[in-house]
């Protein structure tokens, strides 16, 4: 789900292209790796840009510019895209920002190879129509003009010929419900140039709204006031394009959508259905004081965050990161825990759904875990004959036709527990042993992928503890672990700091958001690069991919 975003925009000034001192966070020391024993990769931090800022979502989404050698990053608490010169990788230094407007927020940016450059616009009232503004990624910062979209436009991305840009336009209701604006895909035709676009089409949801219309196993859910259709409830998230579709996940929505391009019609949705715990297993308690990671009686709704796609054999896979996210707003919350229920008005457990009541409920079992009372009740209502939890923590492969065709399992879980023991589902803003166990453990939100040789890659950053899950994709049915990279210091506890914008420099990365693949070919140092937009400490990272012999490390860990 997107960061909430309650800051303004700092100034409304358009800044040129003048240098800016630049600020570069401290690397850690001592970078947590933690490898297969045939890792063909290693990936390690070479350099740092520190916003200076955290917790206040100053490095988000990180796309990059191969013929100015730039890297621009969204950096949401100024309302802004950040220009940095990465021509030396490990100095990368800010030369500029591109600003919206007086109010506004900007979420997302991408570029094509030309240097045009279109940025997602969020006003003040976010239930408003948004816009998208261009400019000239090589340029001085210059908007060239703007146009209006959806709602609470999300994300944006640019099709492989360059022609199209695509736009999520989430359409989340207000905080009382008092307006709830429909979700929507914006399809912009780019001119030949580097210049403003002038046309402008929407692929709506309406054509769902009529009785049986909508597939199965899609969550509609959370309405009343001025929400009441189909369009108003599904929200889309994120964009990503192959083929002349676009595949958007509808996060809350547990699905994606799939819209041709050329016509800007959505053509299909389909439910991406969920991890099932009595076969995954997970940890979910953050009071058992130890690492449990097992079976239990649950689902959990896979519902992505950010999502990529690629072709093998002739057939489009989408990579999707199982982050998993609730509705909590003033007028209407799903979320409970599963100890809650059967207490103040929420419908019980049925007795039949667990063996031990109250052992399962407890606070070093299921108690704390947080789950959605929106599904699994029974056919009359009185009691949940299943329970619903977010996220699948770890990442799912589909097919273009929306069947699974890998998912990771709880591999990820098992390697935290190795890699960092004592941090295991650490929270981002303070270090701790299993603060997230009981939410969404890792929650896994960022995904690029990457072509190395012969092989693909995909590289998916953990929001809470940390650091980049690295997997070889080549065959999307039997993905395989690569290596774990974190530039983390888990010994600077933000939350304990007295002096935070002292101790943020030692800290190292927090809350990964974005990321982008930069080819060798496409590098400034002709290396294979990972940059990382990172929400909680402000930084942009850049870690450089090298190939290696195969070395010594974690022991083989399998998925389903």
Same mark, same amino acid.
């Given at each position: 789900?997107?960061?909430?975003?309650?800051?303004?925009?700092?100034c409304?000034?358009?800044?040129?292209?003048?240098?800016?001192?630049?600020?570069?966070?401290?690397?850690?020391?001592?970078?947590?790796?933690?490898?297969?024993?045939?890792?063909?990769?290693?990936?390690?931090?070479?350099?740092?840009?520190?916003?200076?800022?955290?917790?206040?979502?100053?490095?988000?989404?990180?796309?990059?510019?191969?013929?100015?050698?730039?890297?621009?990053?969204?950096?949401?608490?100024?309302?802004?895209?950040?220009?940095?010169?990465?021509?030396?990788?490990?100095?990368p230094?800010?030369i500029?920002?591109v600003?919206?407007?007086?109010?506004?927020?900007?979420?997302?940016?991408?570029?094509?190879?030309?240097?045009?450059?279109?940025?997602?616009?969020?006003?003040?009232?976010?239930?408003?129509?948004?816009?998208?503004?261009?400019? =000239?990624?090589?340029?001085?910062?210059?908007?060239?003009?703007?146009?209006?979209?959806?709602?609470?436009?999300?994300?944006?991305?640019?099709?492989?010929?360059?022609?199209?840009?695509?736009?999520?336009? $989430?359409?989340?209701?207000?905080?009382?419900?008092?307006?709830?604006?429909e979700?929507?895909?914006?399809?912009?035709?780019?001119?030949?140039?580097?210049?403003?676009?002038?046309?402008?089409?929407?692929?709506?949801?309406? #054509?769902?709204?009529?009785?049986?219309?909508?597939?199965?196993?899609?969550?509609?859910?959370?309405?009343?006031?001025?929400?009441?259709?189909?369009?108003?409830?599904l +929200?889309?998230?994120?964009?990503?394009?192959?083929?002349? *579709?676009?595949y958007?996940?509808?996060?809350?929505?547990?699905?994606?959508?799939?819209?041709?391009?050329a016509?800007?019609?959505?053509?299909?949705?389909?439910? /991406?259905?969920?991890?099932?715990?009595?076969?995954?297993?997970?940890?979910?308690?953050? *009071?058992?004081?130890?690492?449990?990671?097992?079976?239990?009686?649950?689902?959990?709704?896979? &519902?992505?965050?950010?999502? +990529?796609?690629?072709?093998?054999?002739?057939?489009?896979?989408?990579?999707?990161?199982?982050?998993?996210?609730?509705?909590d707003w003033?007028?209407?919350?799903?979320?409970?825990?599963? *100890?809650?229920?059967?207490?103040?008005? !929420?419908?019980?457990?049925?007795?039949?759904?667990?063996? =031990? &009541?109250?052992?399962?409920?407890?606070?070093?079992?299921?108690?704390? /875990?947080?789950?959605?009372?929106?599904?699994?009740?029974?056919? =009359?209502?009185?009691?949940?004959?299943?329970?619903?939890?977010?996220?699948?923590?770890?990442?799912?492969?589909?097919?273009?036709?929306?069947? !699974?065709?890998?998912?990771?399992?709880?591999?990820?879980?098992?390697?935290?527990?190795?890699?960092?023991?004592?941090?295991?589902?650490?929270?981002?803003?303070?270090?701790?042993?299993?603060?997230?166990?009981?939410?969404?453990?890792?929650?896994?939100?960022?995904?690029?992928?990457g $072509?190395?040789?012969?092989?693909?890659?995909?590289?998916?950053? !953990?929001?809470?503890?940390?650091?980049?899950?690295?997997?070889?994709?080549?065959?999307?049915?039997?993905?395989?672990?690569?290596?774990?990279?974190?530039?983390?210091?888990?010994?600077?506890?933000?939350?304990?700091?007295a002096?935070?914008?002292?101790?943020?420099?030692?800290?190292?990365?927090?809350?990964?958001?974005?990321?982008?693949?930069?080819?060798? #070919?496409d590098?400034?140092?002709?290396?294979?690069?990972?940059?990382?937009?990172? +929400?909680?400490?402000?930084?942009?990272?850049i870690?450089?991919?090298?190939?290696?012999?195969?070395?010594?490390?974690?022991?083989?860990?399998?998925?389903?």
């Amino acid at each position: 789900m997107s960061f909430r975003r309650s800051a303004v925009a700092l100034c409304a000034a358009v800044a040129t292209g003048l240098n800016i001192a630049p600020a570069h966070a401290a690397l850690a020391a001592e970078p947590i790796t933690h490898s297969a024993p045939d890792a063909a990769l290693s990936v390690n931090p070479i350099g740092s840009h520190e916003s200076g800022i955290f917790d206040a979502s100053a490095a988000e989404i990180v796309t990059y510019h191969p013929a100015s050698q730039r890297v621009l990053t969204v950096n949401a608490l100024s309302g802004s895209v950040d220009i940095l010169d990465i021509s030396d990788p490990t100095a990368p230094q800010l030369i500029g920002s591109v600003h919206a407007g007086e109010d506004t927020t900007i979420n997302s940016v991408a570029v094509r190879a030309d240097g045009l450059a279109v940025a997602t616009v969020e006003p003040g009232v976010k239930t408003d129509p948004g816009s998208v503004i261009f400019f =000239d990624a090589a340029g001085d910062g210059t908007v060239l003009d703007s146009l209006p979209v959806g709602s609470l436009p999300d994300m944006v991305t640019v099709t492989e010929d360059g022609a199209y840009a695509v736009v999520a336009n $989430e359409g989340e209701p207000a905080e009382d419900y008092s307006v709830d604006p429909e979700g929507s895909v914006s399809v912009i035709t780019l001119p030949a140039d580097v210049a403003a676009a002038t046309e402008v089409r929407s692929a709506g949801f309406e #054509a769902y709204n009529a009785p049986g219309a909508l597939p199965e196993g899609i969550r509609i859910f959370g309405q009343f006031g001025d929400s009441t259709t189909v369009a108003q409830n599904l +929200e889309p998230e994120y964009v990503t394009t192959s083929g002349g *579709k676009a595949y958007v996940s509808l996060q809350e929505n547990n699905a994606i959508a799939v819209v041709d391009i050329a016509t800007a019609t959505v053509e299909d949705i389909f439910p /991406l259905g969920t991890v099932d715990l009595r076969e995954v297993p997970m940890d979910i308690s953050d *009071k058992d004081d130890t690492v449990n990671i097992a079976n239990w009686p649950i689902n959990s709704f896979r &519902m992505p965050d950010a999502i +990529e796609s690629y072709v093998v054999g002739g057939t489009t896979y989408i990579v999707t990161t199982n982050e998993g996210d609730a509705r909590d707003w003033d007028a209407y919350s799903e979320e409970a825990r599963v *100890k809650d229920l059967g207490k103040e008005g !929420l419908a019980p457990i049925c007795e039949d759904a667990v063996d =031990d &009541m109250a052992e399962f409920q407890a606070d070093e079992n299921a108690g704390r /875990l947080k789950i959605t009372t929106a599904d699994g009740l029974n056919a =009359d209502g009185t009691c949940y004959e299943e329970i619903y939890s977010y996220g699948g923590r770890g990442f799912s492969i589909f097919d273009q036709f929306g069947d !699974l065709v890998f998912n990771s399992d709880d591999v990820f879980e098992q390697i935290l527990a190795e890699a960092v023991p004592e941090y295991f589902n650490s929270n981002h803003s303070e270090s701790t042993f299993e603060g997230r166990s009981d939410d969404k453990g890792p929650e896994p939100e960022g995904v690029a992928l990457g $072509e190395i040789g012969d092989r693909t890659y995909a590289f998916i950053g !953990l929001e809470r503890i940390g650091g980049v899950m690295v997997y070889d994709v080549t065959d999307p049915s039997a993905a395989e672990f690569v290596t774990y990279v974190n530039n983390r210091d888990f010994s600077v506890s933000m939350e304990d700091e007295a002096d935070q914008a002292a101790a943020l420099p030692a800290a190292g990365d927090l809350g990964p958001e974005g990321l982008t693949f930069i080819p060798a #070919a496409d590098s400034p140092n002709e290396k294979n690069l990972l940059v990382v937009g990172n +929400e909680v400490s402000g930084t942009t990272t850049i870690f450089q991919i090298d190939e290696v012999l195969a070395q010594p490390g974690l022991s083989s860990l399998s998925s389903r």
